[in-house]
């Protein structure tokens, strides 16, 4: 669009253009200055680029430029417009893992990201050659806003069992419909196990036929056994007692291979209660120590009481919007190392500091879709950290003994950081809110890896 100035002064006078606002990364003025004589008129071209990613969002967007003159710099206009953004759409699904392996069951998970600049919202089926599977995806439909991804878990489970042999493949396909477009397949491997291998078969088969053939031996086999108890009565009397033959010698058996060490954060010290004053022949009562404030503090591992599991990122790479799961306590796992970085210092209940869960290793925070609140069951992803006080990324610690605390979400109700679920105790578990003193799966552990102590 074309920006028309007149020079009403009295003195030659040289303008600068400057957009601002939100649109003013991808806005150009050509010239960037303009020189007028007293009474002329000049014309600047804006040009306005949005990029194609989700930061231009879809829709009408104010717009401004600053002019200021250079000769009364006090006198700055600014004239403001409106632009719009058109929608557009582009989305990218990725299985993890493509291959899953089982008897019963498979356990993928769809990764499913809105790259475009509008809300997108569809609906999941499964598909395979032959319908040997059976699919369960939860949820079934998705919404998903702009520059944000959603995780639907998928199980797969076979029609028929196979009881001998090794693993089948059977390819199958999620396809992501969406109303007006063409399905969008994601394609994926299931490795169906037998419950017995082929070699114990083969082996069954050979000891089966090796003790039909030994039945056969013994029925026909004649021993020929003979008598001569007359003939030896004289010398068997005046046999002595053999010597008793030596004890047989019993091997101890092979040691037990040690297992693979799976946590190596050790065990909290145990508190110790404190003594009965009650009897008497003491002070008063002592004044109550104040608590040493936890946050801030880096490289942190977060240890989950009850799975004994601790708060980790999936991948062999940090991606943008997958979830934050549960894995085994490794001291060696930079993924599983946070800082806690105070946003509010007594923002919190009771005076308490609100910080953000960030992650070292894929400089990502701890997040709920959006920026609302959210409710029991929502699970937590990994997202850039956000340095917006009414963002979902706040998070308070509520002690509940020495070593232990609930992690609670400042912007949803004061939800707990948990791990529910039937499959709770399972590596890479999802991590969501949820009900406080409701779960069994509430309480965590602050281990300080760089000084190896619990906060």
């Not at 939860?138 to 028929?160: D, H, M, S, W, Y």
Request: aromatic share 8%.
């Amino acid at each position: 669009m074309r920006l028309r100035l007149r020079n009403t002064g009295d003195v030659v006078d040289e303008y600068r253009f400057e957009p601002v606002g939100e649109v003013a990364p991808w806005t150009t003025v050509e010239p960037e200055t303009l020189r007028l004589y007293p009474g002329t008129t000049g014309t600047v071209e804006l040009t306005f680029a949005p990029p194609r990613s989700p930061d231009a969002a879809a829709g009408p967007t104010p717009y401004a430029v600053r002019v200021t003159p250079t000769e009364h710099p006090e006198a700055v206009v600014v004239p403001e417009g409106n632009v719009t953004v058109l929608p557009f759409t582009e989305l990218r699904a990725e299985l993890v893992p493509p291959v899953v392996k089982g008897r019963l069951r498979g356990r993928p998970r769809l990764a499913v990201d809105n790259l475009g600049n509008t809300p997108l919202t569809a609906s999941l089926t499964g598909s395979d050659s032959g319908d040997r599977l059976s699919y369960d995806l939860q949820p079934g439909n998705v919404r998903i806003e702009p520059g944000r991804a959603a995780f639907v878990k998928v199980t797969l489970r076979p029609k028929e069992i196979r009881w001998l042999g090794g693993q089948q493949e059977q390819p199958y396909a999620l396809a992501i419909l969406r109303s007006g477009t063409e399905p969008l397949p994601v394609e994926g491997t299931f490795l169906q196990s037998g419950f017995l291998p082929r070699w114990l078969a083969g082996v069954l088969g050979a000891f089966a036929a090796a003790a039909v053939a030994f039945a056969l031996l013994w029925i026909t086999h004649d021993p020929g056994v003979m008598t001569r108890a007359a003939d030896r009565t004289t010398e068997a009397a005046n046999v002595l007692d053999p010597p008793p033959s030596d004890p047989p010698t019993v091997e101890p058996p092979p040691p037990s291979p040690e297992p693979e060490p799976e946590v190596v954060i050790p065990d909290p010290p145990v508190q110790q209660e404190p003594a009965d004053d009650s009897s008497g022949g003491g002070g008063g009562e002592e004044e109550e120590e104040e608590e040493d404030p936890v946050v801030p503090v880096e490289r942190v591992m977060l240890k989950n009481v009850t799975t004994e599991r601790c708060a980790d990122i999936p991948g062999a790479q940090p991606k943008l919007g997958y979830q934050v799961e549960q894995h085994r306590c490794r001291t060696d796992q930079q993924s599983q190392l946070w800082n806690l970085e105070v946003r509010l210092t007594d923002a919190g209940p009771d005076g308490r500091p609100l910080f953000q869960i960030r992650n070292v290793w894929a400089d990502y925070c701890m997040d709920l879709p959006g920026s609302d609140a959210h409710g029991v069951g929502k699970e937590l992803s990994q997202y850039t950290c956000v340095i917006n006080t009414d963002d979902n990324q706040l998070w308070w610690l509520d002690r509940q003994s020495e070593n232990t605390y609930w992690v609670r979400n400042a912007k949803s109700d004061d939800l707990c950081l948990v791990v529910d679920g039937e499959d709770a105790d399972t590596v890479d578990y999802p991590l969501t809110l949820g009900d406080c003193a409701g779960s069994e799966h509430s309480a965590w552990l602050i281990f300080d890896f760089e000084n190896n102590r619990f906060l």
